[in-house]
């Protein structure tokens, strides 16, 4: 990529999904698992609280969801911007 104008528009997009996917994983771990824990106690999943399933297991599933969410999303960048493995 020759282009500086198109290595910052890149970069950019790759920062603003990084920023994205961060976002959600500090409101899934931090939020769900220690913050709301009480309220989302109120309900349950599976026979257990629903704040402590979050804390334990659901998070887990967050997160291997955003690894997929990022693979996917950054292949469509990086052939939006013609920096893909040809």
């Known amino acids: 990529m020759s282009n500086p104008k198109g290595?910052?528009?890149y970069w950019k997009a790759t920062l603003g999904l990084l920023t994205k996917i961060l976002i959600v994983w500090f409101v899934v771990s931090y939020g769900a698992g220690?913050?709301?824990v009480e309220q989302l106690n109120a309900?349950?999943?599976?026979?257990?609280?629903?704040?402590f399933w979050f804390a334990q297991q659901g998070s887990i599933y967050v997160f291997i969801?955003?690894?997929?969410?990022?693979?996917?999303k950054m292949g469509e960048l990086d052939r939006e911007h013609d920096v893909d493995e040809k």
């Open 7 to 9: 290595g910052e528009a």
């Open 34 to 36: 220690i913050m709301f």
């Open 43 to 51: 309900f349950s999943l599976g026979g257990y609280p629903l704040g």
């Open 65 to 72: 969801a955003l690894i997929f969410y990022y693979a996917k």
